[in-house]
């Protein structure tokens, strides 16, 4: 095995921008110096030895010619990362999102997880799905091959699977967040082997098998949790933040980057700036390397303003912050299911870079009295026109006295039709009149001015109104995003 040094004209081994497949996998937190590392030609670095459990020498070998199938390159970052120069290796990560997008195929290899216990944990999402949350769903959806050992179906057994993975190496590296949310790729056990699923209909149609990817199991979870969320039950309840946290939600059939950043917040680092600069590329940023995390924290937050402020400021502090703090995440950041679906965002202002890093606003604002006077007119209207009166939830942020909290505000007395909306996974939404809004503020509601970011547009295709015209279909479903 070489490690071929890129070329002028970007040529390895006399081949220009060759075709190459890449592994994602973890290493880091299992070195062990006691062990002999791998052995590649052309490299000038040392490479690590990794602890035998984790993975040896013969399984990485294999992996890479796995890995390889009939491509002649393969990009594993310790043969391509000078790993004993700091400068090299920041200027390397700067290239990370490229060369995953990039590659042909990527495998994520789940060492140290069997074949056995990797076909088990799938088999366990699928089924569950299948049985509880996709039932209703059409016969030729894709399904796994057969296991050959039967496995229990319930959900203990969704539960010890997402506990598992959440102490894996590779489902708690920010590293392959990162390169997952990027690539997709296909799993691979410690042996190097696949499990494979089959087309629509069998491979009636598409023929074939193909290997289980991220994409397979972030759509199983995103079932399950769409299932259980509602249930209030311990279990349920741990479940659905299990996968909320492991950051599958943000990598189904819609890529949703912002749904990464609270993922990564719970993941290993060695390094608190780590967080940042393993999820940036996957919002096109580069960041300089600085060794303050709360300086990237603060640049990363002016950039993702920048770019996108509606989609950004979807977030609740679970915990208070200082009030000039409050525009940006932390560490204890927590973002409501109702922002967990694909939309198409429109954004009404911009906000910039002031002095010191400071966010500066330019668009429209008004007060809360005005949007209290606004919503109590909707709901006012819509009763008058026999449809189900509108009911805007308004999320406040953890304060020194009180915890953070989603209040949906309701029409008083409610219409015979308002539909009972229950706990979705959250246990912060309060019901409340929208007459009594006024109560929750310490002052005026006239003093607090209200800024309008955008608006998120969902597809949806629920009734608007108990009476549902012959032929007719319900438009998406909007939601204007305002931050006071």
């Known amino acids: 095995m070489t490690s071929y040094e890129r070329k002028p004209g970007n040529k390895y081994n006399g081949i220009k921008e060759p075709p190459y497949n890449a592994v994602s996998y973890t290493w880091g937190r299992f070195e062990d110096r006691r062990e002999a590392p791998i052995r ?9 030895g990794i602890a035998k459990h984790h993975f040896t020498v013969n399984e990485f070998h294999q992996v890479l010619k796995t890995v390889a199938g009939s491509c002649h390159f393969v990009w594993v970052d310790v043969a391509c990362i000078d790993q004993e120069n700091d400068a090299v290796k920041m200027d390397e990560i700067n290239h990370q999102a490229a060369i995953y997008q990039r590659a042909k195929e990527v495998y994520a290899w789940l060492t140290p997880w069997t074949t056995t216990e990797m076909h088990k944990a799938f088999h366990i999402l699928e089924g569950f799905a299948i049985q509880f949350a996709e039932a209703k769903l059409p016969d030729g959806n894709p399904r796994l ?7 229990a179906i319930d959900l203990n057994a969704v539960h010890a699977t997402l506990r598992a993975m959440k102490q894996h190496g590779w489902f708690t590296s920010l590293w392959t967040l990162q390169e997952a949310f990027l690539s997709r790729p296909f799993f691979l056990s410690k042996t190097a082997e696949a499990c494979h699923y089959q087309a629509c209909y069998q491979g009636q149609f598409f023929g074939g098998k193909f290997p289980v990817g991220v994409s397979f199991i972030a759509g199983h979870c995103r079932s399950i ?57 996957v919002f096109g940023i580069r960041l300089p390397s600085v060794d303050d995390a709360t300086q990237l ?3 990363l937050a002016i950039y993702i303003n920048q770019r996108d402020p509606v989609s950004y400021q979807i977030f609740l502090h679970e915990k208070w912050v200082n009030p000039l703090d409050a525009w940006r995440m932390s560490t204890k950041t927590h973002l409501p299911y109702q922002f967990f679906r694909s939309a198409i965002t429109k954004s009404f202002c911009t906000i910039e870079s002031y002095r010191g890093f400071r966010p500066e606003f330019a668009g429209r604002s008004t007060t809360l009295e005005d949007i209290w006077r606004y ?11 026999r449809k189900i009166p509108y009911q805007p939830t308004v999320f406040l942020d953890a304060s020194i006295a009180s915890n953070c909290m989603s209040l949906e505000l309701c029409d008083d007395p409610p219409a015979p039709e308002d539909p009972d909306i229950g706990r979705l996974d959250d246990t912060y939404t309060e019901k409340m009149r929208l007459q009594d809004l006024a109560s929750v503020f310490p002052h005026p509601m006239e003093s607090y001015r209200v800024l ?5 547009e969902f597809a949806s295709y629920k009734q608007q109104s108990p009476v549902k015209q012959p032929g007719s279909r319900s438009p998406g479903a909007g939601l204007d995003f305002a931050r006071g």
């Open 297 to 299: 924290l603060l640049r």
């Open 145 to 151: 091959l057969p296991f050959s050992s039967s496995v």
């Open 452 to 456: 309008l970011l955008g608006s998120k």
């Open 375 to 385: 919503w109590t007119g909707v709901q006012q209207d819509r009763r008058n026109s």
């Open 225 to 281: 949790w769409e299932t259980l969320r509602s249930d209030n039950s311990p279990q349920a309840v741990s479940i659905c933040q299990d996968i909320t946290d492991s950051g599958l939600l943000g990598m189904n059939f819609f890529k949703e980057p912002y749904l990464l950043y609270p993922a990564a917040l719970r993941r290993y680092v060695s390094l608190p700036q780590d967080a940042v600069y393993a999820i940036m590329h």
């Open 40 to 48: 590649i030609k052309g490299v000038t670095w040392k490479i690590p």
